[in-house]
């Protein structure tokens, strides 16, 4: 969804922009492109492979672009030490790049049966998803691949799982995906690979991708200048839940109890949302990338 993305933000030739998930470097490469000759991007990533293929690919862009090795969260800090007041564009795509995907040693993908299981997007961190597959207790599991996967043969998974890893660690992508085969009927497993949901559990909890981020989204649009545009790209229902819900509080003009008579909580409307009901993918794009079927994309603009 690049061009939707690129036409989200409203791009002008002097802005400040702001990617807070630099991945291949394709959003970001985009941005500087379409706001040329003066418009400048900060980036920032976990990943050292995508932080070094980034650099390279924006090279022709030297001087009007950082790359930061931080966690998008941190965008408030990275704000302040780079001294900038305000973004025209915000811009997170919250899908796990697709070169993480594709490279199999990273152990994200459950196509990558004899890989080791990993899915850490900062290398350097120590929890993996070998450590929360073979540690945590198990009705933690349960609830992990519950909420975050919403899987519906979470207590059957995890009974499996701890009956294995009692005879020997789990360390490979290709074992744990037997063990979820083993525990879901046939019958359920038409739809989609039957380890989608857990591995998507897996990966939200090692990189906690889910923590802070309604709070984060509403920290960004407040960091907006007028008339600036986030734009949020998600593929899962939980994360599109939180950019609702905070597109949604920005938006609001009042949070008082109803029955009050008086406004007296000082909340006003931030910024207008532009999408209503999100932007998907459209046909000539799900022809040519299957995996932005579940792309969700949603806009604000700050007034």
Partial sequence: MLN????????????????????????????????????????????????????????????????????????????????????????????????????????????????????????????????????????????????????????????????????????????????IEESIPKKFQKEGHPAKKTFQAIRIEVNGELLALEETVIKMGRALNKNGRMAVLTFHSLEDRLVKNAFRYLECDCICDKSLPICVCDKRKEVNVITKHPIVASEEELALNSRSKSAKLRIIEKI
Avoid: W
């Avoid at 499996?160 to 490979?172: D, F, P, V």
């Fill in 4 to 179: 939707e993305c690129m036409d989200a933000l409203n791009l002008k030739n002097d802005g400040i922009y702001f990617d807070g998930t630099l991945g291949g470097a394709g959003h970001s490469y985009e941005i500087l492109k379409r706001s040329a000759p003066n418009g400048k991007l900060i980036a920032t990533d976990l990943d050292d492979y995508a932080i070094a293929r980034g650099k390279e690919r924006l090279k022709e862009f030297e001087g009007r672009f950082t790359i930061v090795k931080s966690n998008f969260k941190d965008f408030e800090k990275i704000k302040e030490e780079l001294n900038i007041d305000g973004f025209d564009g915000i811009l997170l795509d919250l899908g796990v790049s697709s070169f993480q995907l594709d490279d199999k040693e990273r152990g994200f993908s459950y196509m990558a049966k004899d890989e080791k299981l990993d899915m850490r997007m900062d290398r350097s961190q120590k929890l993996s998803a070998e450590t929360v597959v073979n540690d945590y207790k198990e009705e933690d599991l349960v609830k992990l691949l519950f909420e975050y996967g919403e899987e519906k043969f979470a207590k059957s998974i995890v009974k499996n799982i701890s009956q294995k890893r009692k005879l020997k660690r789990i360390e490979t992508c290709g074992e744990l995906v037997q063990i």
